[in-house]
């Protein structure tokens, strides 16, 4: 119960540095329907372990606020009402302050609960909250930098994610064709969509050891892989051409040269670093163009 309760612990002070960085004004924004706005990530995984533990388990537990469930649910049917997903950034009450208010009070109780009771029943929904959060952790990660990535003037902001650049020399690794399990098997933590452990036969093939650079994803861009229908999937081309897309997220051509929006500003493409924020279709079309093909789920 100890190990469980560090966790959960480090996990939402995790959380919190991430947001750490932001100003007041980047939490309640919602420039898009896919975007949530950091101050609802805050107070949804806290909405999480209040509703889900203490209130489930701990008889002693007040309600930090009776709106919050309103406020603050996602999906979870079962759990009530909830305010529609592309509504989440007219909330601008609660404060910030009393969202992180919020989270101090449910971490605080959800911790000296854990260092009383001996009910193992919880340690499989804690387990999952925690899992939860960090999936929040990865979704606040692109959705901040979506949020500073449409302001004009490309702000910076400390942080750690850092992409390492591909270096090694490209080979293709030999995969022999056979009868594979697929789905978790290891010890530990997993999601149910992991589970149903199956087998799948596969045919030989090979995969490369690295990933597609921004240096390899520029040359299929000048070699006008965004004009060529026929590198596309019928519903990728009309994809791009109803989007207007003819560069990977935050690309901006600047005189001749690809620059891109990096929580480290606006910067010249770093050509050895990993390409992101593209589509499948544009990963498939650029697979086309390179005369492979994406690897399959169970590849």
Request: proline share 4%.
């Amino acid at each position: 119960m100890e190990a469980l309760k560090d966790k959960f612990i480090e996990t939402r002070k995790r959380t919190e540095t991430i947001c750490s960085y932001l100003e007041t004004e980047d939490f309640s924004v919602q420039p898009a329907v896919y975007v949530s706005p950091p101050k609802w990530h805050l107070a949804h995984t806290t909405w999480f372990f209040e509703q889900f533990v203490l209130v489930e388990f701990d008889k002693a537990y007040k309600l930090y606020n009776n709106d919050f469930a309103y406020l603050f649910n996602s999906y979870y049917n079962n759990a009530g009402e909830r305010v529609l997903r592309p509504n989440r950034g007219l909330m601008t009450r609660p404060t910030v302050k009393q969202v992180l208010e919020y989270r101090t009070y449910v971490t605080k109780h959800l911790a000296n609960f854990l260092d009383k009771t001996r009910n193992e029943n919880i340690l499989e929904i804690i387990e999952i909250g925690i899992n939860h959060e960090q999936q929040h952790q990865e979704l606040l990660a692109y959705d901040i930098k979506y949020i500073l990535g449409n302001q004009p003037t490309f702000p910076t902001i400390k942080h750690d994610f850092n992409l390492q650049e591909e270096t090694q020399q490209q080979k293709f690794i030999n995969i022999e064709e056979g009868v594979y399990a697929i789905g978790h098997q290891a010890e530990g933590f997993s999601f149910d969509r992991e589970l149903g452990v199956h087998k799948s036969y596969i045919q030989p093939f090979q995969i490369s050891n690295k990933l597609v650079t921004n240096k390899e994803y520029i040359a299929f861009i000048e070699a006008g892989g965004y004009q060529n229908f026929n590198l596309w999937h019928a519903e990728g081309w009309d994809f791009i051409q109803n989007n207007n897309i003819e560069a990977p997220l935050y690309w901006h051509n600047v005189n001749g040269k690809w620059h891109y929006y990096t929580y480290n500003g606006f910067i010249p493409v770093e050509e050895e670093k990993p390409v992101t924020h593209i589509s499948f279709f544009e990963a498939y079309a650029f697979a086309e163009w390179k005369g492979m093909r994406l690897p399959t789920e169970f590849e």
